[in-house]
């Protein structure tokens, strides 16, 4: 039609003119053309450069990845970030592709509905020890039965400063991670030894008593409860404690409760040099506080 000639013009009408009457893009007519003129096209083939390996082999390098892991349940994120330590460089959305079609994804978790959240800003801090924070949570033994686990984060760097665990749940076992994290960060356990130190916690009973508050005045540090029905307030332990019950609470079992307190120290050893926090670039919380030292030292 477009060929045609017209009566009145006497020249052909044009594609532009017969696309437009007809409603249709002129790409479309030239995709149309084409198809007819060439009814067996070459395939297109992937765009961009050649990649090293193809989709096959990237699998087993991510099955590789998973299973030396020392964590469980690592995403996608993590898996492309411990490729990228073995020199092998790719997309995540091609990481994310390739487990999710091979069932190498982790289970998603249940999403909860919250309610207006009262703390709104950050709670991590620019340098280490400027702010620790602490909680608890309870874990099962055979022998002993119920014991609390407690535990102090840094909110700079997300690595565990102290840990501890017993029977007993009381405001003074409380206290054990953050002797441990001050006589390891600050070389002596004196009054005033961590002067403008911030210490975050819930209102728990433990961490509200008269003893719990008084010892922190006596070290030099300041208090800092969350919001009350805000977890998020204190997020950096939270967030800690997330990681502690799935990747060693939930996944070993103990008999007594000075054989969880010994595991517990040598696993934070582990968590400090090897987990990666997607915040600081999939870097480990120990390798953080190294790399804040040297910039120190050059500036």
């Known amino acids: 039609m477009s060929r045609a000639v017209s009566p009145s013009a006497k020249r052909p009408y044009g594609v532009a003119l017969v696309t437009e009457i007809l409603g249709i893009a002129r790409s479309t007519y030239y995709d149309?053309?084409?198809?007819?003129?060439?009814?067996?096209?070459t395939p297109p083939k992937k765009?961009?450069?050649?990649?090293?390996?193809?989709?096959?082999?990237?699998?087993?390098?991510?099955?590789?990845?998973?299973?030396?892991?020392?964590?469980?349940?690592?995403?996608?994120?993590?898996?492309?970030?411990?490729?990228?330590?073995?020199?092998?460089?790719?997309?995540?959305?091609?990481?994310?592709?390739?487990?999710?079609?091979?069932?190498?994804?982790?289970?998603?978790?249940?999403?909860?509905?919250?309610?207006?959240?009262?703390?709104?800003?950050?709670?991590?801090?620019?340098?280490?020890?400027?702010?620790?924070?602490?909680?608890?949570?309870?874990t099962y033994t055979f022998t002993?039965?119920?014991?609390?686990?407690?535990?102090?984060?840094?909110?700079?760097?997300?690595?565990?400063?102290?840990?501890?665990?017993?029977?007993?749940?009381?405001?003074?076992e409380a206290l054990e991670p953050i002797r441990q994290a001050v006589r390891s960060r600050y070389g002596s356990y004196a009054e005033g030894v961590v002067h403008g130190l911030q210490v975050r916690h819930?209102?728990?009973?433990?961490?509200?008593?008269?003893?719990?508050?008084?010892?922190?005045?006596?070290?030099?540090?300041?208090?800092?409860?969350?919001?009350?029905?805000?977890?998020?307030?204190n997020g950096v332990a939270e967030r800690?404690?997330?990681t502690l019950k799935e990747q060693f609470l939930w996944v070993h079992t103990f008999r007594t409760v000075e054989e969880l307190r010994l595991a517990l120290l040598e696993w934070i050893k582990v968590y400090n040099e090897q987990w990666l926090v997607a915040r600081h670039g999939y870097r480990s919380p120990a390798q953080v506080r190294r790399d804040l030292a040297t910039v120190a030292l050059v500036a």
Request: proline share 5%; glycine share 10%.
């Open 144 to 172: 002993e039965g119920y014991v609390t686990v407690f535990a102090a984060v840094d909110h700079c760097t997300s690595e565990c400063v102290g840990i501890h665990a017993a029977k007993r749940g009381s405001r003074f």
């Open 240 to 242: 800690f404690f997330r």
């Open 202 to 233: 819930d209102h728990g009973s433990q961490y509200m008593s008269d003893a719990f508050q008084r010892e922190l005045t006596w070290l030099g540090a300041e208090s800092s409860p969350a919001f009350v029905r805000a977890p998020e307030g």
């Open 32 to 41: 149309q053309k084409a198809a007819r003129d060439n009814p067996s096209p």
């Open 47 to 138: 765009r961009g450069p050649k990649t090293k390996l193809d989709d096959a082999a990237l699998v087993v390098e991510i099955r590789t990845v998973l299973g030396e892991s020392m964590f469980t349940g690592e995403g996608h994120r993590k898996a492309w970030a411990r490729l990228r330590t073995k020199g092998i460089r790719t997309s995540q959305k091609r990481v994310l592709r390739l487990m999710r079609e091979n069932g190498l994804l982790a289970p998603p978790r249940a999403r909860r509905v919250l309610g207006p959240r009262t703390h709104d800003g950050t709670i991590t801090t620019e340098r280490p020890d400027q702010m620790w924070g602490t909680d608890a949570t309870a």
